[in-house]
């Protein structure tokens, strides 16, 4: 039960509905993201046991690291 936990206490959504838990968590990191520069920040709901969602995880970090690493070196022109 997420809500029981203290930390997630605001969730209001239906115990046992994995559904609602993982939109729950997606709209908790999306607040995070507070700061304009990581705006092309993905967010993938993934099991690690899935090597093929692992990929596609590990592939958007790359992606986002060498774009903003050549955005920062001025090989890539900005937005």
Known sequence: DIAAQRPFCDYAGPTKDS???KL???QKFKDCL???DF???FI???CATDTNNMEFVL???RTI???DNLK???FLGAD
């Open 19 to 21: 559904d609602h838990g």
């Open 24 to 26: 729950y968590f997606i």
């Open 34 to 36: 507070i700061d304009d």
């Open 39 to 41: 705006n092309d920040s």
């Open 44 to 46: 993938h709901v993934t």
């Open 59 to 61: 592939d958007s970090t």
């Open 65 to 67: 690291i060498m774009t």
């Open 72 to 74: 920062r070196s001025g």
